[in-house]
């Protein structure tokens, strides 16, 4: 499975964006996705995941009511909207794929690149 994360950029604090991450090979309808972040000097951190059918989700407390995680499996891509952006938010946004309801990063089966994004004050 390739994972690719696109729809990273430059934001005014505030603003909004919406990252996608598009799914080729061998995908399966086992596969949880998810988004993880990792700012400079810190660990990578889990932001949100959402189940293959997209009834359940996840959210990191810090990102609750502000971002949505939703996918289409029709087209094999999974999206965050980012809302209410602040500068903590800045990081370099990961997308990630694993077969169980496990969000550590170790538990992921698959990653893709990274998307920054970039908040300004």
């Known amino acids: 499975v390739q994972l690719q994360a696109s729809g990273g950029g430059l934001v005014q604090a505030g603003g909004f964006l919406r990252l996608s991450c598009a799914a080729s090979?061998?995908?399966?309808?086992?596969?949880?996705m998810g988004w993880f972040r990792q700012a400079p000097g810190k660990e990578r951190e889990f932001v949100a995941g959402i189940s293959w059918t997209g009834a359940s989700t996840e959210y990191v407390n810090s990102v609750k009511g502000r971002f949505t995680i939703s996918r289409d499996n029709a087209k094999n891509t999974v999206y965050l909207q980012m809302n209410s952006l602040k500068p903590e938010d800045t990081a370099v946004y990961y997308c990630?794929?694993?077969?169980?309801?496990?969000?550590?990063?170790?538990?992921?089966?698959?990653w893709g690149t990274g998307t920054l994004v970039t908040v300004s004050s």
């Open positions: 090979g061998r995908t399966s309808d086992s596969l949880m």
């Open positions: 990630a794929a694993a077969y169980g309801w496990n969000w550590s990063p170790r538990a992921m089966a698959y």
